[in-house]
Antibody, heavy 118, light 108 residues
Framework: QVQLVESGGGLVKPGGSLRLSCAAS????????MSWIRQAPGKGLEWVSY????????YYADSVKGRFTISRDNAKNSLYLQMNSLRAEDTAVYYC???????????WGQGTLVTVSS | EIVMTQSPATLSVSPGERATLSCRAS??????LAWYQQKPGQAPRLLIY???TRATGIPARFSGSGSGTEFTLTISSLQSEDFAVYYC??????????FGGGTKVEIK
C-alpha cells in the first residue's frame, strides 16, 4: 500500500537547522510531483515548497524562501527539506504530499513535528 | 495570491442531517478546487477534486459543486465518522497551492 513516512522533526533553537526526510513506498515515486505542507498547532494548512518529478523545477512559499531547500532522490524514493535559520513561526507539523501533474495532493504522510523554541 | 475563504468556521449538525460547507476564491480558479477531510492527529485526506469528482474510495454522500469563485461541499447524511475539519484548496496556480481556513463540522 502507499506510504509516505516523514522523519527528522524535533526541538530546535531559533536560528538552528533541521533536515526533514520523507520515505515513499507503494507507488512509483519518480512519477509524482512532491510538496511539503505544514500546519501550525491548532491552525490551518500552509503550502511550503514543491519539487517536480525530476527535481528540475522548484518553488517555495515567500515565508520560507531563502531559508528552506527542497530536494529529492528518486533512486532512494525519498524527499527532503533542509530548513535553516528557523524561527518560532516555523513551528508546525510538516507533511510531505504527492501529486500528479496539475492535480491536488492525493497521498499524504502522517507528518513530523518541528518545534522552534529557546 | 489567491485567497480562499471558508464559511462557516464551525458547523453544528446532528447525525443523519445534511451539511453544506462553502468556499470562496478571491479570483476565479475555474474547477481547480479540491476538498480535504482532516481528523484530529491525522493527515488530510483528499475527498473531492475538479470541484465535483470524488477521489478513490470516497462515499457517495460527499458531493462537490461550483466553479469560478464559489464552491460547495455537501455531506448528504452525516455519519459519526464525518465529524472533522474540512479544507478547500485551489490548485489553479499549480503547483502553488492555497488552502482555506477550514470548517469544523461538530456534533450538535
Amino acid at each position: 500500500q502507499v506510504q509516505l513516512v516523514e522523519s527528522g522533526g524535533g526541538l530546535v533553537k531559533p536560528g538552528g537547522s533541521l533536515r526533514l526526510s520523507c520515505a515513499a513506498s507503494g507507488f512509483t515515486f519518480s512519477d509524482y510531483y512532491m510538496s511539503w505542507i505544514r500546519q501550525a498547532p491548532g491552525k490551518g494548512l500552509e503550502w511550503v515548497s514543491y519539487i517536480s518529478s525530476s527535481g528540475s523545477t522548484i518553488y517555495y512559499a515567500d515565508s520560507v524562501k531563502g531559508r528552506f531547500t527542497i530536494s529529492r532522490d528518486n533512486a532512494k524514493n525519498s524527499l527532503y527539506l533542509q530548513m535553516n535559520s528557523l524561527r518560532a513561526e516555523d513551528t508546525a507539523v510538516y507533511y510531505c504530499a504527492a501529486q500528479l501533474w496539475l492535480l491536488p495532493c492525493v497521498y499524504w504522510g502522517q507528518g513530523t513535528l518541528v518545534t522552534v523554541s529557546s | 495570491e489567491i485567497v480562499m475563504t471558508q464559511s462557516p468556521a464551525t458547523l453544528s449538525v446532528s447525525p443523519g442531517e445534511r451539511a453544506t460547507l462553502s468556499c470562496r476564491a478571491s479570483q476565479s480558479v475555474s474547477s481547480n478546487l479540491a476538498w480535504y477531510q482532516q481528523k484530529p492527529g491525522q493527515a488530510p485526506r483528499l475527498l473531492i477534486y475538479g470541484a465535483s469528482t470524488r477521489a478513490t474510495g470516497i462515499p457517495a454522500r460527499f458531493s462537490g459543486s461550483g466553479s469560478g469563485t464559489e464552491f460547495t461541499l455537501t455531506i448528504s447524511s452525516l455519519q459519526s465518522e464525518d465529524f472533522a475539519v474540512y479544507y478547500c484548496q485551489q490548485y489553479n496556480n499549480w503547483p502553488v497551492l492555497t488552502f482555506g481556513g477550514g470548517t469544523k463540522v461538530e456534533i450538535k
